[in-house]
């Protein structure tokens, strides 16, 4: 029997992907995904792990219990995991269970799902996997006792917590054009976990936090790194802010396990309308990690135009299996085709909106942040 542990791990069941299709600001993109990477033959190239529910304890590890019964559905005589939101406006608003985050039917087990198959990806690589994928986690914005920015728990938490048990110093990388607020601010007082955050900071962005001068606190200090960028951004200044901070990073933090969070909203044409990616800037930045051999975890995150979401995520699990889709390779025929329309291939071209950054201004945000870093180090025994 051979017992080579499998280099790359795609997490993901029907009943999954069913649950993350319900997501009320997703609807139907989990099944997208998948589609497309089973069209393009690459789910056979990593061994399939199937998500189970996460259970109570499993997510009061992060969650507080009472937010748990709320968002599980638990407190309310059972049924339509509170589905409609009928009792949700004063108690729910509390929980941030409102507007961005109004509770749906298949709540409960939206969270259970996403949590469970985040903590199946932590488990592959303790396990022996290179990198495994989770692409209906990455929900970044959830706090301890709050749902926020369409995240309705916070399984990047919950992953690098389960990571935390077989590995001493966990690197959490956040290239989703929001800033990984939750999960920054989870261990902001840690130096096991040092959290890196590229995205759009400008007044009235989403959720406004991710400054430069956010450098973790406490014995966290110089844990929590943030390249804040204008809108606009193009591969190459992307490339040019982020990797010589990834180069840094690993140097002086030395991680033992890394999860990325490639949230694909900067992609031009994104309805968020924030960076003006092409997939080949995640695939670079992916690539860039993954030669680091380490256990690398990557879930999914943001990403409002679906095809795009898919083309990209497709994408990533071909390099994660060590395989090539190329970026104007042709959809193959499959139950979606149409929503690819007119060209029918991979691409994601950059749209002509300006890039309000320039060269000058992605390296500043890198060198302060590579400042802290050096500060930081100078400081450590
Ligand atoms: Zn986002």
New binding site residues.
Partial sequence: MDMTPPRAVLVRSARGIAAADRLPSNVGRASRVHALIDALGLGGLAQVVEPAAATDAELAAFHSEEFIRRVTGSDCGGGSDCGGGSDSDSDGGSFGLADDCAPFAGMGEHVRLAAGGTLAAAAAVVGGAQVAMHWEGGRHHAARARAAGFCYVNDAVLGILRLQDAFARVLYVDL???HGDGVQDAFAFSRRVMTLSVHVAERGFYPGSGAAADEGRGRGAGHSLNLPLQRGASDSRFARALEPVLAAAVGSFRPQAVVVQC?C?GLGGDP?RALNLTPDALVRAVRGVLAWRLPTVLLG??GYSHANAARCWARLTAVACGADVAAAADVPDHAFLADYAPAFDMRVDATLAPDENSDASVDAAAARVLAALAAHASRSP
Avoid: E
Wanted: cysteine-free; charged content about 25%.
């Fill in positions: 989703d054009a929001h949230g909203d968020t995150g943001g």
